[in-house]
């Protein structure tokens, strides 16, 4: 765009208009400079390691001949919440800063020059995911009068509090076994008092897995739009390669605890406890080798620093750190912390 209106050869600072300057320096191309083979590797490395610890706190939580004491679970759940504020600060926040922020060149063209919008969007995002947790909840209490109330979390944590269900029942409710064999010899018999709260039992824990499933798809879908992009620019960096291939796999496996920590504490009904938060996990862990494949497909032709590649990555980072710091806070820090 602006980058070939000025020849910084021939600049007069004095003159020159700053945003023309400061787009100039900002545009440094494509930047691909080989290796194919290494950014290969990246993508399968990536997709074994970031998958493999994503797996660990659902595998902590659910396997039990693993063994994996309490405490470990309870580290790696809270070390966990911690990556997710994290990321939604210093690895979020800030790069949108420095793609749409005032100081770019995208931030000093145009409307984009009105107003400081990376914090506007990051506050527009928190708006709409409280909004659609509030609708959400009152949508349950409404139809079916029920309303959520967390667990004990040593009860989240270890699943002791109920041994006929791998989920957490918001407000216990003691059977009579005897009275429940009875009931089921007699069919005709006139449904009786246990009934009713077992079913009602039943309904909690239904709405409390669908109030946190939802929950948990915000926060992934936030994380994976983040993966998407540094995909794509691990495969077209240049000497930053070297540097970025590591950090990226500490840094994708980080996040993949948080989403194993978060998705290990959802009380899957039995239909979708042996699949579905497997299934989760495998789909974190894709996301970044198929950015990165899309990007090597691209290496020649994508520019990670166009104004329209900032533009795009600045909203997606603005938004996705909107969705982590309140997925973070409210979530699960206020959740993990107040019981």
Known sequence: MAANAINPELVNLTTADPTQVICALDASGNDYDGRLGARISALFVILIVSTAVTFFPVAAKRVRWLKIPLYVYLFARYFGAGVIVATAFIHLLDPAYSEIGPQTCVGMTGRWAQYSWPPAIVLVSVTVIFLLDLGAERYVEAKYGVHHHQGNLEDIATSRAHTHHD???????????????????????????????LE????????????????????????IFHSVVIGLNLGVVGSEFNTLYPVLVFHQSFEGLGIGARMSAIPFPARYKNWLPWFLCTAYGLTTPIAIAIGLGLRTRYDPNSFTANVVSGILDSISAGILIFTGLVELLAIYFSH
């Open 200 to 223: 009602k039992s039943t309904l909690i824990q239904e709405n409390a897995f669908r109030t946190q499933f939802a929950a948990f798809l915000v926060l992934e879908f936030g994380v």
């Open 167 to 197: 989920s957490i029942t918001p407000t216990p409710i003691s059977h009579d076994d005897q009275a429940l064999e009875r009931k089921a010899t007699e069919p005709y018999q006139a449904m009786s008092e246990e009934t009713v709260d």
